[in-house]
């Protein structure tokens, strides 16, 4: 680990300065690599396939894990995108005049190391890479060890793309082991590392912030609520619902919560869970919601759970102010929804509920950086410090300001 750090730091020097024609130029050629090592990498992939059945790996866990040729053309895709953004180092924030005749100007600047604990999501490999190349600034990759040979063999490929282009190899690093020791070592690494990235579950995030005593972008569970409103449209809401829960329940944006205006379960509650329900999606409802045919009845503490699986749990509330309090007490302040047509209603909950993403007649599904045109994202953060939300190339950067004078001194 302090090879890894003082190459990145190394590294890191030659990146804050490297050019945006250069950085675009190692992103593409990385795209172009990880295409040409699709065999390989799939290859790779079948091996840590193996090694999730072998562990008992979840239906959603392995979903997670698995890479496909349509898989890969999304990463390769993530990667140009992530090249076509505008570059924002040296990028000028705000600048102004003092009547002392100083000229200040807020620049851009690289965090400089960046170290990225990451599970079972070999495609966090590129979209970490990518990001942290534009944003220019060193990482360090430690995936989980279900991804170990994937994570590996898509490195190897954006390494390729990195050299070609004139940059250093030490730009992105990956951590060679399974051995939980690195991760203690990244943790610690004070003054080697200055940021870490937990990109995970609740156990790896909590170990994280537990322990780490170089600073965190927090990165907590998606539990993530609909609130389906009395004003709600009845076929959208069902659009919108079905496709929060089911298209991809491995997903931190995957909706686990369902909150249903108690004027409205007559006319919205039995289609909507009749047809989670017709989808294989298990329905735990409380109150009223429990009586409905198929639902199987809610104990406490499933709410303010991450399921990441085909589990959804239902609640009827009073009203948008008791909606409200139920995410504010069991959310995790990454991504909620509202279903409404009623435009106060929706403003309202968009100012009060204190999430990093607040959807609006829209599925949670899309609580994504590549979804919000940042090519991709190393994680959601759900902190109120420096990040928040999706995090691209932009978040990954500090500024420091530029002071002009003119022979200037201070009477």
């Known amino acids: 680990m302090n090879e890894l750090c003082a190459g990145a730091k190394t590294a890191a020097r030659a990146l804050a300065t490297a050019s945006a024609e250069r950085k675009h130029a190692a992103l593409i050629g990385a795209a172009d690599y990880v295409w040409k090592s699709r065999a390989d990498i799939l290859a790779a992939n079948a091996q840590d396939l193996d090694y999730g059945h072998e562990k008992g790996l979840t239906a959603a866990m392995m979903d997670r894990l698995t890479l496909t040729e349509d898989r890969l053309r999304d990463i390769v895709g993530g990667l140009r995108a992530i090249a076509e953004q505008p570059d924002p180092i040296g990028a000028t924030i705000a600048e102004w005049d003092r009547p002392t005749g100083l000229h200040i100007a807020r620049v851009r600047t690289p965090l400089g190391v960046i170290g990225v604990i990451y599970e079972s999501r070999p495609n966090v490999t590129a979209d970490a890479a990518a990001l942290c190349l534009k944003s220019g600034n060193a990482v360090i990759l430690r995936g989980g060890s279900e991804s170990f040979h994937s994570s590996r063999a898509i490195h190897a490929a954006i390494v390729r793309g990195i050299t070609e282009a004139g940059l250093p190899a030490e730009a992105v690093q990956i951590v060679p082991t399974r051995d939980r020791a690195a991760v203690s070592a990244m943790l610690n690494a004070q003054g080697q590392i200055d940021v870490i990235v937990p990109r995970g579950g609740k156990a790896l995030v909590g170990l994280v912030q537990a322990e780490a005593r170089v600073p965190v972008f927090a990165h907590l569970e998606g539990i993530c609520h609909i609130y389906i409103d009395k004003d709600a449209d009845l076929d959208k809401a069902l659009r919108v619902v079905l496709n929060a829960k089911t298209r ?49 009845r809610a104990a406490p503490d499933d709410f303010g759970k991450e399921f990441l699986d085909m589990i959804i749990a239902a609640k009827p509330v009073e009203n948008l102010s008791a909606a409200m309090d139920h995410i504010a007490q069991f959310g995790s302040g990454h991504t909620d929804a509202i279903l409404t047509e009623n435009p106060k209603a929706a403003q309202i909950f968009a100012a009060n509920v204190d999430s990093a993403i607040v959807m609006v007649n829209a599925s949670t599904q899309f609580a994504d950086g590549g979804e919000f045109g940042m090519g991709a994202e190393i994680g959601i953060a759900t902190g109120k410090m420096h990040a928040r939300g999706p995090v691209g190339a932009e978040q990954l950067t500090s500024f420091k300001y530029i002071v002009k004078g003119n022979g200037t001194t201070r009477a």
């Open 248 to 296: 991809r329940t491995g997903i931190c944006g995957a909706a686990e919560c369902l909150l249903i205006h108690q004027d409205a379960i007559n006319s919205h509650a039995e289609p909507i869970i009749a047809a989670l329900l017709a989808a294989g999606v298990e329905v735990r409802a409380d109150g009223a919601l429990a009586d409905i045919a198929g639902t199987n």
